[in-house]
């Protein structure tokens, strides 16, 4: 469809694109739609061209990640009067196909003569970025021009409409930020925040980049991905040109969305947004250099893991690359974050930009204790076997990253249960408290038969108090983790089991167990006046009954698995430490 032909306006392309949107959100609800019903007679005939060729190409792409696998003579047989745009839809198009030559800045004046065109910043294939004067508003702005070429696509204008409008709306600190877009005399324009600095690589490239500011770095990478994510807006550029260092410390990524725009999802280099690029295979995820149709959100995991280790490295991971402790000294915990981001297989990567940003956080911020400090790759001695074999080195080496990733993670699940012994040791001290003032009421009080019970009742209470901590505490104490992964989980769910229990005894018997104290401590009254006795022993026995019955309720639902459930009931550090057992087995560590 790269030929000239007539312009939709703006509010036809919006039309489009509702349709377009709603015939996506049926796709995702499960309710796959037919194109013909969304060929609105409304449209003019040639519009309606426009809508079937991208109803099209959507429903190939959300048919090919269901698993199946469409084809062109298909599309012939349902559409024979649009041969062109099946084609398209199948082999693609809307490139540009010449090389660009960046406009000069009187002809950007001519253009745009509601902006003061400073300085051309940088040039790619895919268009150039300018510095410019908002005079209106008296702001610098970024103004970034496509090809002219694309301003003869119709298909290409539909694109753009949807995609822009879409990354318009994404407002995040971390994120360049989308002020107008447009068509002037078939050129194709962005109008950008403009920030003030350097580029990733730049400071990479300097050499003034150590670990530490580069992992300060990666949340905020996180954050904003994991926001654009979260809309659904995947980037599938990201590298160290696309990564903007502001004069004042902020980071913010650039270019969301462009390589979809331009159509260009594969091997095309990209434009960046202050400075000419040099080629962005090296970041791909390998689904993408593939080629596939069904990237998602986990190529741009994919990138961000390759960012992270040249960050800290000043290397790309190429071939068969050493662990980043290998190469500097860094926490070994690392290793496990960066080469779960660099998986092939996108299901074995993060699949939340937010996993890695709590991973590192977790341990950037560890006690200095429980840092493995490692020494610099130069510093280690070199070893080598003459007699072994290539496969049987590899075979080394893999058992030997086996070894060390079922190491690491066995320390997070001994990590993540330190807080929930911390916690039982405090139960015990409270135990021990209870225990005191109850034998204190007791004790001095054996004539006074109400005061005698009270004090006797949080003298038992107490004693249950610390016997389920100590229950909890000497099982996780139990837990051996050079033990096969089925005997820990085993010794796992017993731990569980008695925090749960212990939750049932400990926590709903306030419901009822603030009366004894409350006469143990001296509020007698309380007891002395039964007006107030009675409510209070009613709704403590109704609260304390429903407390359980929803317990059991929520357990046992049908709605939610039983392991499920119980996952949610536990603590923090239990969720952590299953998660971390959960990705041993997903490894195929034993």
């Known amino acids: 469809m790269n030929i000239r032909q007539p312009k939709l306006p703006i509010a036809v392309l919006e039309r489009i694109d509702d349709l377009c949107v709603e015939f996506e959100q049926k796709w995702q609800t499960n309710s796959p739609p037919v ?41 012939l047989e349902r559409f024979p009067a649009v041969t062109k745009i099946i084609h398209d839809a199948f082999r693609g198009d809307g490139k540009p196909s010449a090389h660009f030559e960046p406009p000069s800045v009187e002809r950007l004046a001519e253009l745009f003569p509601s902006l003061e065109i400073i300085e051309l910043l940088g040039a790619g294939g895919m ?43 994404l407002s995040h600190p971390n994120i360049v930020s989308l002020y107008e877009f447009g068509n002037v005399a078939d050129t194709y324009y962005f109008l950008m925040e403009y920030v003030e600095g350097s580029t990733l690589r730049d400071i990479v490239k300097s050499g003034e980049l150590d670990s530490k500011h580069a992992l300060a770095i990666v949340p905020y990478l996180c954050d904003a991905l994991q926001y654009a994510h979260d809309k659904g807006i995947v980037h599938r550029d990201i590298k160290p040109e696309n990564i903007l260092m502001s004069s004042d410390g902020g980071v913010k990524i650039a270019d969301f969305g ?15 947004a202050t400075h000419q690029v040099m080629g962005t295979p090296r970041y791909m995820a390998p689904e993408q250099l593939e080629g596939m149709r069904n990237v998602d959100h986990r190529a741009d995991i994919y990138s961000l893991g390759v960012v992270i280790y040249e960050m800290l490295t000043g290397e790309l991971p190429i071939g068969r690359f050493a662990a980043p402790s ?95 012994f911390r916690g039982q040791l405090l139960q015990v001290m409270i135990g021990v408290v209870l225990i005191l003032i109850g034998v204190q009421c007791w004790a001095s009080n054996t004539e006074v038969p109400h ?3 009270c004090g006797l009742m949080l003298h038992v209470y107490g004693v249950f108090v610390i016997s389920q901590a100590i229950l909890v505490c000497t099982r996780i104490r139990r837990i051996d983790y050079s033990e096969p992964v089925d ?11 008695g925090y749960l229990r212990a939750g049932v005894i400990v926590g709903f018997a306030w419901w009822l167990m603030w009366i004894p104290a409350s006469v143990a401590v001296g509020f007698d009254a309380v007891v002395l006046y039964p007006n107030s006795l009675v409510p209070s022993l009613v709704v403590g026995v109704i609260g304390f009954a429903g407390s359980v019955w929803l317990y059991l309720r929520f357990l046992h639902s049908s709605k939610i698995p039983s392991e499920e459930a ?10 952590a430490a299953y998660l971390a057992l959960d990705e041993i087995e997903q490894a195929q560590i034993s």
Do not use: C, W
């Open 35 to 75: 194109i013909e019903p969304f060929l609105d007679d409304d449209i003019e005939p040639f519009a309606r061209d426009a809508l079937l060729a991208e109803l099209i190409v959507l429903e190939i792409d959300y048919r090919r990640r269901h698993g199946e696998t469409p084809t062109e003579q298909e599309y």
């Open 127 to 169: 268009g150039a970025v300018y510095k410019a004067r908002q005079t209106g508003l008296d702001r610098v702005v970024a103004l970034k021009v496509l090809p002219e070429e694309f301003g003869h696509d119709v298909k290409f204008s539909l694109r753009f409409t949807r995609e822009a409008r879409t990354l318009a709306k």
């Open 258 to 272: 462009l390589s979809r725009i331009v159509g260009n999802e594969t091997q095309q280099p990209a434009l960046t």
């Open 326 to 420: 290998e190469k500097v000294a860094i926490d070994v915990r690392l290793d496990d974050v960066v080469l779960r981001t660099l998986e092939k297989e996108p299901k074995r990567r993060y699949q939340r930009a937010s996993h890695i940003k709590s991973d590192v956080q977790s341990i950037a911020t560890g006690d200095a204790a429980d840092l493995a400090a490692t020494i610099a790759y130069d510093d280690k001695p070199a070893v080598t076997d003459e007699k072994s074999s290539p496969v049987a080195m590899e075979q080394q080496e893999m058992a030997g990253r086996l070894l060390l990733i079922r190491r690491h993670l066995m320390e997070r699940i001994e990590k993540s249960l330190r807080p929930l």
């Open 451 to 453: 005061r005698f019970a």
């Open 487 to 497: 005997e820990l989980r085993s010794k796992l769910d017993s731990v569980r089991h």
């Open 566 to 575: 119980m996952r949610k009931l536990s603590s923090r550090s239990l969720r």
